[in-house]
C-alpha cells in the first residue's frame, strides 16, 4: 500500500483544524480545572459571597450587633439608622454616602462591586462584595485576588505553547519535503546525477521532484552525448592531422625532385599544380586545428568576391582533378551576379568538398553535373553524379560529423567531415545543405545554398 497523497492546501487546512482543536482543548481543559478546583473548595464561584450573605441573612438580621466576622471574607459592610445616618461599620467616609445614595435609589451596584441590603429593627445593614471567583484560602485571596484573570493568563500560555507545538511540527515537515529538492538541486549543480529520484507525500513537491528526475535523465544524456561527441571530435581530428603530415611530407619531397630534376614543361605544370594542393591541405589543416580549440566551426571574415571570376577559377581546378578518372564534366553558369559578400576560401572550399565527393564514388569515364546559378534571395550550386548514390542511412546521418557509415559519401578517407563543414559554412551564410538521389542520372545529388549579400560594380 503506497504512502497516502496529500497537496499544500490539505496541510494548511490540517494545520487549521489543529489549531483550532488546540484552542478548543485549552477551553475545555480550563473548565475541567475550575470545575476541579471548585469541588475541592479551592476557589469558590463567583456568587459565593452573594450565596453566603443570603444563608446568613437572618443572623445578620437578628443579631445584636453586625459583626466583621459574621460576614464572608473580604467584603465590606455598614449600619445606618432609617433616616440614613452612619451608625458603624468598616466602609470609609465616601463610600458611606455612595451606599447611601444607593439605597435611596434602589440600586444594589455600586463602584466597588455589588450591594446586599438587611433590615433590621430601626436599622439597615450594607454589604458590598464582588461577583468574582477567589480562593478559598484567605492568604492566597490576599495574594492572588484576580482568580479568574490567573487563570485565563495560564490557559493562554497554554494555548500558545500548543501553537508553538503545531508551528514547528508543520514546518519541519514542509521542511524535510523542501531538503529533497534542495538534495537534488545540489546534485544537478554538481553534475552528480546517480542518484535516485525521492518520493514525497505532498503532491505538488512531488511533482517538482518528478521534473527534477526528468532534468537529471535529460542532462544526463546529453552530458554523455557532448562528452562521446567530444572524445570522438578530439581523437579523430588528431588522427586526421597526423595522417595528413605523412602525405604532405611525401609530395613536398617528390615536389623538390620534380622541380630539380630537367624535366619536361608538362612536370613543371604538375609541379605547380602539387605545390597548389599542398597549400589548399595546410590551409585545411590549420582550420581543423582551430575547431578542435574552438570546439566547433570557425567564423571567417567576409569580403567582396568577383563571383564570376571565382566560378571560372573553380571550373578548371575541377576539371583537372576529373581528368584523372576520365570523367566529363558538364559545367553550367546561370544569371550569376557580379560581387558576392563571402568568405573566398570557405565559399571554394564547400564547393569542392561536393564535388570532390562526386568524382571519387562517380566511375571511370562518367558523368558529374554541376549548377551554379542565382536564385532570388540566394546564391546555390548543384551537384549531380552517376555514382551509387546515397543510402537511407545516409539522407539522415551523412551531414553529422564523423558519419562514416559504410555507404557514406563522406567516405573514410574524409573521416566525415566534407558535407558536414559544408553544412556549417551554409548555416553561418543564412544558406542551407541538401542531399537527395538524382532521378535524372542515378546517382547524388547535392545543393548548397548560401545567402545572397551582394552588390553590382
Not at 28 to 34: F, M, N, R
Not at 57 to 69: G, L, S
Not at 132 to 153: I, S, Y
Not at 179 to 199: G, R, V
Request: charged residues 30%; hydrophobic residues 40%; aromatic residues 10%.
Amino acid at each position: 500500500m503506497g504512502v497516502r497523497q496529500k497537496n499544500i492546501s490539505g496541510i494548511f487546512r490540517r494545520f487549521l483544524f489543529s489549531f483550532l482543536l488546540a484552542g478548543a482543548a485549552t477551553i475545555l481543559v480550563l473548565g475541567v480545572i475550575v470545575q476541579i478546583l471548585t469541588i475541592k473548595a479551592v476557589i469558590h464561584p463567583a456568587n459565593y459571597d452573594e450565596q453566603q450573605l443570603e444563608q446568613k441573612r437572618e443572623e445578620i438580621q437578628t443579631a445584636e450587633k453586625v459583626e466583621e466576622k459574621m460576614l464572608p471574607y473580604g467584603t465590606r459592610f455598614g449600619v445606618f439608622d432609617n433616616s440614613g445616618r452612619w451608625l458603624y461599620g468598616t466602609f470609609t467616609e465616601s463610600e458611606r454616602e455612595e451606599v447611601w445614595k444607593a439605597v435611596l435609589e434602589e440600586k444594589n451596584e455600586i463602584r466597588s462591586g455589588y450591594l446586599k441590603r438587611f433590615q433590621r429593627e430601626e436599622e439597615i445593614c450594607l454589604v458590598s462584595y464582588q461577583l468574582r471567583v477567589q480562593f478559598g484560602n484567605p492568604a492566597l485571596r490576599e495574594r492572588f485576588p484576580h482568580v479568574l484573570e490567573l487563570l485565563l493568563l495560564a490557559a493562554l500560555l497554554i494555548f500558545c505553547a500548543e501553537v508553538m507545538f503545531l508551528i514547528r511540527y508543520f514546518s519541519r515537515k514542509i521542511k524535510q519535503e523542501l531538503q529533497k529538492i534542495e538534495w537534488m538541486t545540489e546534485k544537478i549543480e554538481h553534475q552528480d546525477l546517480e542518484f535516485p529520484c525521492p518520493d514525497s507525500q505532498v503532491l505538488e513537491i512531488k511533482k517538482i521532484l518528478e521534473t527534477f528526475g526528468r532534468m537529471r535523465d535529460t542532462l544526463k544524456e546529453s552530458l554523455m552525448k557532448q562528452w562521446e561527441l567530444e572524445s570522438a571530435r578530439k581523437e579523430q581530428m588528431g588522427a586526421l592531422a597526423h595522417d595528413l603530415k605523412t602525405p604532405l611530407t611525401v609530395i613536398r619531397g617528390n615536389v623538390q625532385l620534380m622541380g630539380e630534376a630537367e624535366s619536361l614543361e608538362e612536370a613543371q605544370k604538375y609541379s605547380l599544380a602539387l605545390e597548389q594542393e599542398i597549400q589548399g591541405i595546410e590551409e585545411y589543416l590549420q582550420i581543423l586545428q582551430e575547431m578542435i580549440s574552438t570546439g566547433g566551426y570557425q567564423m571567417y571574415k567576409k569580403e567582396q568576391v568577383d563571383i564570376r571570376e571565382l566560378t571560372g577559377q573553380f571550373r578548371e581546378r575541377i576539371e583537372a582533378a576529373a581528368a584523372g578518372k576520365k570523367q566529363t564534366i558538364q559545367f553550367e553558369c546561370e544569371n550569376l551576379p557580379k560581387w558576392i559578400c563571402v568568405n573566398e576560401k570557405l565559399l571554394i572550399r564547400s564547393w569542392e568538398n561536393l564535388v570532390y565527393n562526386a568524382i571519387e564514388y562517380t566511375p571511370q569515364g562518367g558523368m558529374i553535373r554541376i549548377c551554379i546559378s542565382e536564385g532570388k534571395e540566394q546564391l546555390e550550386i548543384s551537384v549531380e553524379d552517376e555514382g551509387s548514390g546515397f543510402s537511407a542511412e545516409d539522407l539522415q546521418s551523412a551531414k553529422n560529423l564523423f558519419y562514416q557509415g559504410d555507404k557514406s559519401r563522406h567516405s573514410r578517407k574524409h573521416y566525415g567531415m566534407g558535407l558536414y563543414l559544408a553544412e556549417q559554412f551554409a548555416k553561418e551564410n543564412g544558406g542551407s545543405l541538401t542531399l537527395a538521389n538524382s532521378t535524372r542520372m542515378k546517382g547524388a545529388w547535392v545543393r548548397l545554398r548560401i545567402a545572397k549579400e551582394s552588390r553590382n560594380k
